[in-house]
C-alpha cells in the first residue's frame, strides 16, 4: 500500500492564513488536501442562475447579467444581478423572524413577526427597478475600486409586500423624523458580529413613498435567500444599495443616517465635476439619490450578422430613477443622427420602460447601434462616459451593440 504524503509545512501555514485562523490537526492533512472552507460552492447550482451569468467576486458574491440575458420584460431569478457586501446568513427560521421598528424618532418601538406585516397591513405589489450605483463601473479611467460592474447589475422584478409608509406610521413617527436606516442579519466578511457589513437607509421622503416596500415576495414566490429572504427593503429608482436584504430592524433616525456604508466615498459622488484621479474632501460629496436616465438594448446580441437588406429589429428596456422616461432614440451613425424607437408607459412608478425598433442599413458592413433615453425632465443619457468620479458611480452613457451586415 502506497504511504501517505501529508501536507506541507509551508502549504499548511498558507492555507490557515487563507483562513484565517490555525488549522488544529493540519500536519495530518494528507497532500493537495483542500479543508472544506476553501471549497467554493458552485454559484450558477447555488442560486439557480442562468450559466451565462458573470461573477465578479465570490467573498461576498457578486454577480450580473450580460446585456442580452435582460431580455425579459420582468426580471427572473436566474437573470438577476446579485449584490452583496457581506456574507449571505445561513440560518434563517422565517417563523421566528422579527422587525423591530425603533430609533430616537419613533413614538413607540414595535416588533412585527412576518405574519403581522401580511395580516394587519395592506399588501402591494409593483414592478420596481434596482440598479447598484456602481454599475457600469468598469468603463472608468482611471480604474475606480469596486466590483468592475459592466452592464449588467440591474433588473425590474415584480415585488410584494406591504408599504414602508404604513408600518412606520403604525409605530408612529415622531415631527423631528429626516432619514431611516435599516439593519440586517448578513454577517461582515471579518466574522466580527459586532460589525454591519452594510446599514444605508433613505430620507423621509423616500421612505413614505407610495411604492416602498417591506418585501416578502419576488416574482410571486418567496424571495430567494441571495435577494433578501425573508424580508427585503425595496425603493426603486435610488441605488440598490437604499434596498437591505435580510432586513430586521429599521430605525427612524433624527439625524441623517450614520450606518455603515454611509460616509466617506460610499454611494457618494462629488457635488462638483472634478479631474479624472482627483481626491475629493468627505465634505465636498453628495449622497446618490435618484438614479440616472438610462437604456440597455436586450436584443440582438452584440455581434449579430444580419443579411444586407433585411431589417434588424431592436428592443430593450429603458429607466430614469424617480422620473419617467419621456423619449427613447437610436443610432447607427455613431451619434451623428437619430431615429425615434417605439416607447412604452411604465407599469407602474419606479418601473423599467420597453423599446422597439426596427432598423434599416444602407450596405454591408460593420455597425454600431446606440441607444439613448431622454426623461421627463429633458435630461438625455450621454454618448460616452460621464464625469469621473472616485468611486465609478452613475455611469449612463449609451449603451451600444456591435452589427454586422454581410
Known amino acids: 500500500m502506497e504511504r501517505r504524503k501529508f501536507i506541507k509545512k509551508a502549504t499548511l501555514t498558507s492555507l490557515a492564513t487563507l483562513i484565517g485562523t490555525e488549522i488544529v490537526f493540519g500536519s495530518n492533512m494528507f497532500k493537495d488536501y483542500q479543508p472544506v472552507a476553501l471549497q467554493k460552492p458552485d454559484p450558477f447550482k447555488l442560486f439557480h442562475l442562468d450559466n451565462e451569468m458573470v461573477v465578479l467576486n465570490d467573498k461576498p458574491w457578486n454577480i450580473e447579467a450580460k446585456a442580452h440575458l435582460l431580455d425579459d420584460k420582468i426580471t427572473p431569478n436566474s437573470k438577476m444581478f446579485i449584490r452583496n457586501n457581506g456574507l449571505i446568513p445561513t440560518e434563517i427560521d422565517e417563523k421566528n423572524w422579527r422587525l423591530v421598528i425603533d430609533g430616537e424618532s419613533v413614538k413607540s418601538k414595535k416588533t412585527y413577526s412576518i405574519n403581522d406585516l401580511k395580516t394587519k397591513f395592506k399588501q402591494h405589489t409593483y414592478q420596481l427597478t434596482l440598479e447598484c450605483g456602481g454599475n457600469g463601473r468598469s468603463e472608468f479611467d482611471p480604474p475606480a475600486k469596486g466590483n468592475q460592474w459592466t452592464i449588467g447589475a440591474v433588473s425590474c422584478a415584480t415585488w410584494t409586500g406591504v408599504r414602508l409608509k404604513d408600518v412606520l406610521e403604525d409605530a408612529g413617527i415622531k415631527s423631528d423624523a429626516v432619514y431611516i436606516g435599516y439593519h440586517a442579519a448578513d454577517t461582515h466578511l471579518s466574522g466580527d458580529p459586532s460589525k454591519e457589513p452594510i446599514s444605508r437607509g433613505a430620507p423621509m421622503h423616500k421612505a413614505l413613498q407610495e411604492e416602498t416596500l417591506i418585501a416578502y415576495k419576488m416574482n410571486g414566490k418567496k424571495i430567494p435567500l441571495a435577494h433578501g429572504f425573508p424580508l427585503r427593503l425595496v425603493a426603486g429608482g435610488w441605488p440598490a444599495s437604499v434596498s437591505g436584504k435580510w432586513i430586521n430592524r429599521i430605525s427612524i433616525r433624527n439625524i441623517e443616517h450614520d ?33 440616472p436616465v438610462k437604456s440597455l438594448i436586450t436584443y440582438p446580441k452584440s455581434g449579430a450578422i444580419l443579411e444586407k437588406g433585411r431589417a434588424l429589429h431592436i428592443r430593450g428596456h429603458a429607466w430614469a430613477g424617480e422620473l419617467e422616461v419621456s423619449s427613447m432614440d437610436y443610432s447607427i451613425d455613431f451619434g451623428a ?65 456591435a452589427i454586422k451586415v454581410i
Open 259 to 291: 450606518g455603515t456604508k454611509m460616509k466617506g466615498t460610499a454611494y457618494r459622488v462629488p457635488k462638483n465635476p472634478v479631474a479624472p484621479g482627483d481626491k475629493v474632501k468627505e465634505e465636498d460629496m453628495k449622497i446618490i439619490e435618484s438614479m
Open 337 to 401: 443622427t437619430w431615429q425615434t424607437c417605439k416607447l412604452e408607459k411604465p407599469v407602474n412608478r419606479l418601473a423599467w420602460q420597453h423599446f422597439e425598433a426596427e432598423i434599416s442599413f444602407p450596405k454591408a458592413g460593420y455597425y454600431e447601434v446606440w441607444a439613448r433615453a431622454t426623461d421627463s425632465n429633458k435630461s438625455a443619457q450621454p454618448m460616452l462616459l460621464p464625469g469621473w468620479n472616485p468611486k465609478g458611480y452613475l455611469n449612463n452613457a449609451c449603451h451600444r451593440i
